[in-house]
């Protein structure tokens, strides 16, 4: 059974200071992605990590992917409020049966 | 605009009763989902499509039932086989490979 674990799952940082969220996956899978969802909203896609090694950076965050040792990472660089939401990792190891993390929730304090 | 439409956005349901959520989508995708959250949790997988006439279970669908008898339409019937359906539902759809999964707006689905 795949298993798809995240850590932290809940995360209070200040603002200014960095940190990471950790992907776990159990099976093989080249590709990883990574979602944010507001609450009470539906879940707005952030990154698409397609290989071994892939980085990509947009703003604040930046998520990487090591196939090898099935992690991924998402990276935060000195916080603000409006990053305060739930992250999500998933993988479709299967092609097209998506299975999600149980998600970081993150609040960022002034 | 093309997207993902959920309807309806709010729906409550009397015990006993089935219900459909419905979920369309004009982006051309063959892949279509149907996944629930329940309140503080991740998502969990209840069917999935990859092509007409053609679906497959996730890890959650008993109580569930679906259809996709054409590729742009893929509705979730909740059934009163599952018995603890209040919860969030999020339909996705994707091209077929490697590609992005996008979602609609959610349903939020109530009993009473």
């Known amino acids: 059974e795949l298993k798809v674990e995240q850590n932290p799952l809940f995360l209070s940082m200040q603002e200014g200071k960095n940190y990471t969220i950790y992907c776990n996956y159990s099976t093989t899978s080249d590709r990883l992605y990574w979602y944010r969802q507001d609450p009470g909203k539906s879940l707005e896609s952030l990154f698409v990590l397609l290989s071994n090694g892939a980085v990509k950076q947009e703003g604040r965050l930046m998520a990487s992917l090591d196939t090898k040792a099935r992690l991924s990472t998402l990276h935060i660089t000195a916080a603000v409020h409006d990053l305060s939401a739930t992250y999500f990792c998933?993988?479709?190891?299967?092609?097209?049966?998506?299975?999600f993390g149980a998600g970081t929730r993150l609040t960022v304090k002034p | 605009d093309g997207g993902i439409t959920q309807s309806p956005k709010y729906l409550f349901r009397k015990e006993g009763q089935n219900v459909t959520l419905s979920c369309e989508q004009n982006l051309n995708h063959d892949a279509m989902y149907w996944y629930r959250q329940d309140p503080g949790q991740g998502l969990r997988l209840i069917y999935y499509s990859q092509i007409v006439n053609d679906f497959q279970k996730g890890d959650i669908a008993e109580g569930y039932s679906v259809s996709r008898e054409k590729k742009e339409s893929f509705p979730l019937t909740v059934t009163s086989a599952q018995k603890n359906p209040t919860a969030f539902y999020l339909c996705a759809s994707a091209g077929l490979f490697g590609n992005t999964i996008y979602f609609g707006e959610g349903s939020w689905l109530t009993v009473v």
């Open positions: 998933a993988v479709d190891p299967n092609n097209n049966d998506m299975r």
